[in-house]
């Protein structure tokens, strides 16, 4: 069991979501090197006093590469850790160094956060060496020892709990953005069926009357043609989404029309749902993304608008594009305010793949808003 937990620690990939070094990184360093400047020019019993503060404010900058080579920080931090400890044990004077250095914890962090299973197993072996040979040249007593092993774990404790975090998290994406797929895949299914069948139809009528109306059948390949073309942009549209499940049934697919069935008059809280009168045909997959992104954020309205008496549902059609806004006049949920829920993540993805926006958050008047933005037209 030991040697399978190894082997699948060694084949770790990196974590995928490593941010880019930003301004804060800079900061950091910025702060770690006047830190150590200052404590190399006003501490009293500081050993070869430029010698150490050098080398402390010169390692600073290596975190600036913590989360892109963790490895070889760490090999960098740790190994000048222990060159450190083999100058105080040649030049026979107490440890040299600044206290400001112990930053370089942060790479036992960045390391296990950011690092390859390999770079990690490495990288660990490296930090238990330097920190054997410290206490080989710098003991201080047991308590010291617990002490230091104690941060040393926490610190890589702490990483390995970031990261699963976000594995986990990006894990729960990654399985609502595959949900929401099959949905998709579905739909095209549906699309393929009811376009199929209409070509099915007009291609017989074509041939019952080619020998009596020519000029009929011509017609009919004109209307077999606009349907194939239709048939095969809105495949376009969807073309890289996976079907994985049960047949999907030949059933309608609810759309921007039936949106009036989402209204109520119920004392708390009425809905409301106002809809253009002359709303051109939409493309079925843009059609029932607008019904289902409604559902959504009325059931998330419903669900988290603390004190909502209003909900409206409002649908635009302008210049090509088709927007949808769903608003509350409720209080806001913290914890809202902070995730928008995996429902609403879902639909994202979906709308992302048609093309569209989607934006959630606190309206400046209060209540929540979801607005989204379709084309009404189909990529081709």
């Known amino acids: 069991?030991?040697?399978?937990?190894?082997?699948?620690?060694?084949?770790?990939?990196?974590?995928?979501?490593?941010?880019?070094?930003?301004?804060?990184?800079?900061?950091?360093?910025?702060?770690?090197?006047?830190?150590?400047?200052?404590?190399?020019?006003?501490?009293d019993d500081v050993a070869w006093r430029p010698f150490a503060t050098i080398v402390a404010v010169g390692l600073a900058p290596v975190l600036l590469w913590r989360?892109?080579?963790?490895?070889?920080?760490?090999?960098?931090?740790?190994?000048?850790?222990?060159?450190?400890?083999?100058?105080?044990?040649?030049?026979?004077?107490?440890?040299?160094?600044?206290?400001?250095?112990?930053?370089?914890l942060v790479l036992?962090?960045?390391?296990?956060?950011?690092?390859?299973?390999?770079?990690?197993?490495?990288?660990?072996?490296?930090?238990?060496?330097?920190?054997?040979?410290?206490?080989?040249?710098?003991y201080s007593g047991p308590v010291d020892v617990i002490?230091?092993?104690?941060?040393?774990?926490?610190?890589?404790?702490?990483?390995?709990?970031?990261?699963?975090?976000?594995?986990?998290?990006r894990r729960e994406l990654d399985q609502i953005r595959s949900q929401e797929r099959v949905g998709?895949?579905?739909?095209?299914?549906?699309?393929?069926?009811?376009?199929?069948?209409?070509?099915?139809?007009?291609?017989?009528?074509?041939?019952?009357?080619?020998?009596?109306?020519?000029?009929?059948?011509?017609?009919?390949?004109?209307?077999i043609e606009g349907e194939a073309s239709r048939t095969l942009a809105e495949m376009r549209a969807m073309v890289r989404v996976l079907r994985?499940?049960?047949?999907?049934?030949?059933?309608?697919?609810?759309?921007?029309?039936?949106?009036?069935?989402l209204a109520r008059r119920d004392p708390v809280p009425?809905?409301?749902?106002?809809?253009?009168?002359d709303l051109d045909e939409l493309p079925l997959q843009v059609d029932a993304a607008v019904y289902r992104l409604a559902q959504e954020a009325l059931t998330n309205a419903l669900r988290h608008a603390r004190n909502a008496s209003r909900v409206e549902i409002q649908v635009v059609e302008d210049a090509g594009r088709l927007r949808l806004r769903v608003t509350d006049d409720g209080q806001i949920d913290p914890a809202r305010s902070v995730n928008h829920g995996f429902g609403l993540l879902g639909m994202t993805e979906r709308v992302q793949l048609?093309?569209?926006?989607?934006?959630?958050?606190?309206?400046?008047?209060?209540g929540w808003t979801v607005n989204a933005e379709l084309p009404t037209k189909v990529r081709r």
């Open 244 to 261: 994985d499940g049960p047949p999907a049934e030949y059933a309608p697919q609810p759309g921007v029309a039936d949106l009036v069935s």
């Open 147 to 169: 002490g230091g092993f104690a941060i040393l774990a926490a610190a890589a404790a702490g990483g390995a709990a970031f990261r699963y975090r976000a594995e986990s998290w």
């Open 1 to 43: 069991m030991t040697t399978n937990a190894l082997s699948s620690l060694w084949a770790e990939p990196r974590a995928t979501d490593a941010p880019e070094r930003v301004s804060r990184d800079w900061v950091l360093v910025g702060v770690l090197m006047v830190t150590a400047l200052l404590e190399g020019v006003l501490r």
């Open 354 to 366: 048609l093309g569209g926006t989607l934006r959630a958050g606190p309206a400046p008047e209060g």
């Open 108 to 138: 036992v962090y960045a390391l296990v956060r950011w690092g390859s299973g390999r770079e990690i197993v490495i990288g660990l072996a490296v930090v238990a060496v330097a920190a054997a040979f410290a206490i080989a040249t710098d």
């Open 184 to 223: 998709l895949a579905r739909e095209l299914h549906d699309i393929v069926a009811h376009h199929v069948s209409a070509i099915a139809v007009q291609a017989q009528a074509g041939r019952a009357m080619a020998g009596q109306r020519p000029e009929a059948a011509l017609e009919t390949l004109a209307v």
């Open 270 to 277: 009425v809905v409301d749902v106002e809809l253009p009168h």
């Open 67 to 104: 989360r892109s080579h963790p490895l070889a920080c760490v090999v960098v931090g740790f190994g000048t850790g222990m060159a450190l400890g083999l100058a105080s044990l040649l030049g026979g004077v107490p440890s040299v160094g600044l206290n400001t250095m112990v930053y370089i």
